[in-house]
């Protein structure tokens, strides 16, 4: 963005964690926010530096997971108006130019946005990766993200508009690092699960997956994203299976199943 050009009157909040690699990227993309604000749980790679380097303010905070971190990042804004990035995500500049025109003269208090996933070197453009729709821009006074320590999400009752461009999601991550993260987040599904004494049978297990095979890879075209579409949606589809397979571990752990 030319720095003669006046910025859009809203904060960018980020939440980091040892992601120097990446948050360079991610703020450059976000420089045409009048505001930009880190929330850091205790990097020791140099991404705070990163982040003062382009004007952001660097707030620390230990992790408190990723709903509760992110709102927290929230009410650290000056603006009411938001967008919530991750530091692996880039503002490309048709989503640029498309929230600008939005935040003229707003007709919704939140906004969702397509987001574009890059998975084993190819964006995916089909299936489950795309359009994969996040709502990350809102009025905060209107809407907030929720306690969900993983997938967590922003709740609202307003009606919800949409915006053009995409957000650019390139994690730099391998696909060894892909699959650790996957196992993390399955865990802590399973627990969510739990404490809402949520069951598991076999046949859910089995159904799961399956359904989510036939509408990502079939229904919505994810076999046009060649190999890096069969792998994402195997591992989503193994995801859905060994989420239930963890809730029934913790119940019988508890003597419950």
């Not at 650290?76 to 500049?93: F, G």
């Not at 707003?106 to 709502?135: I, Q, V």
Request: glycine letters at 6%; a positive charge.
């Amino acid at each position: 963005m030319n720095k003669n050009e006046q910025k859009i009157p809203l904060s960018v909040v980020i939440i980091s964690l040892n992601a120097a690699d990446a948050i360079a990227a991610c703020l450059h993309s976000a420089a045409f926010a009048q505001e930009i604000i880190v929330v850091d749980s205790g990097s020791t790679d140099g991404t705070t530096d990163i982040a003062r380097q382009y004007g952001a303010r660097v707030v620390p905070r230990e992790w408190q997971g990723f709903g509760l971190q992110k709102q927290f990042a929230v009410t650290q804004a000056s603006n009411d108006w938001v967008l919530c990035l991750d530091t692996d995500e880039r503002v490309s500049e048709p989503l640029q130019k498309s929230i600008g025109e939005a935040l003229q003269n707003p007709t919704h208090n939140a906004y969702m946005m397509p987001r574009c996933n890059a998975f084993m070197g190819r964006w995916l453009k089909h299936g489950e990766g795309y359009p994969d729709w996040s709502l990350r821009l809102f009025d905060r006074r209107h809407a907030r993200w929720s306690d969900d320590s993983v997938h967590e999400k922003v709740i609202t009752e307003v009606t919800v508009g949409k915006l053009r461009g995409d957000l650019l999601h390139e994690s730099a991550e391998d696909l060894m690092t892909y699959l650790s993260k996957q196992n993390r987040y399955t865990t802590l599904q399973a627990e969510n699960l739990f404490r809402q004494d949520r069951q598991a049978s076999a046949l859910q297990m089995v159904i799961s997956p399956i359904a989510r095979f036939i509408k990502f890879y079939g229904l919505k075209r994810g076999f046009l994203d060649g190999l890096p579409g069969l792998v994402h949606i195997s591992i989503g589809c193994f995801n859905s299976f060994i989420k239930y397979a963890k809730l029934r571990e913790l119940k019988r752990k508890q003597g419950m199943a």
